[in-house]
Structure formats: structure tokens, C-alpha cells
């Protein structure tokens, strides 16, 4: 089940969004309204959800959260963007890394 998180996630929606994949969830978070998408097998089924709600697709970068260490790992495919300059799966610049980490942790950390 996907979640649009524009607040602090409930341990329901947490617990929601772990069904699919159990020891993590997949997120598609958008910097600049600082929101997160999560839950589903694909970051662009998150990507998707965002989009609905008028995210505008430069915003919303890929991301996973692992509950059990409180990790946040920065690799999807809908981080591939050749003209915003990020040419690999990772998010390469450290300012955007950064954001994305400290949105994740604001909206999931319970």
C-alpha cells in the first residue's frame, strides 16, 4: 500500500507501507513540498503518487528507508536524470542527499 506522507507517518502507515517488502520501504520524496511517498515494489509507483498530487517531476528523487537501522539509502532508477545531472542511480550531489535524508527522517522516523 502506498502512503503520501505530508506529515509525520502513524505506526499504521508505517506498518502499511513495510507489507510489500517487509525490511524496508521504497520512497519517492519530493524536496521542495517536502513530502514522501512510500510502500509498493517500485520507487516509481511512489514517483507516480507524488505526481498525482502536482509534484512536479524535477522535485521527486528516489530513496529507501530501513526502519530496523534507521538508514537511508539514496539508489533508484527514477534518479536517473542526465539533464538535472545525476547520470547514475545514486543521488550524487550531497546537498540533495542531504535534504532527501533529513525529509525521510522528518516524515518516517517514528
Known amino acids: 500500500m502506498i502512503h503520501v506522507i505530508t506529515d509525520k507517518a502513524t505506526p499504521e502507515q508505517i506498518k502499511d507501507m513495510l507489507q510489500e517488502l517487509k525490511s524496508y520501504i521504497k520512497l519517492a520524496v519530493d524536496v521542495r513540498r517536502r513530502m514522501v511517498a512510500g510502500g509498493g515494489s517500485l520507487h516509481a509507483d ?3 503518487a507524488l505526481l498525482e498530487t502536482d509534484s512536479a517531476q524535477s522535485d521527486v528523487w528516489g530513496a529507501d528507508w530501513l526502519p530496523e537501522s534507521r538508514r537511508v539509502r539514496f539508489e533508484s532508477l527514477i534518479n536517473i536524470r ?3 545531472g545525476n547520470r ?3 543521488i550524487a550531489d550531497p546537498a540533495l542527499r ?3 535524508e533529513a525529509i525521510v527522517r ?3 522516523q517514528i
Do not use: D, F
Request: hydrophobic residues 20%; glycine residues 0%.
Open 98 to 100: 542531504e535534504s532527501v
Open 106 to 108: 522528518e516524515r518516517l
Open 88 to 90: 547514475s542511480m545514486t
Open 82 to 84: 542526465p539533464k538535472q
Open 46 to 48: 511512489c514517483e507516480s
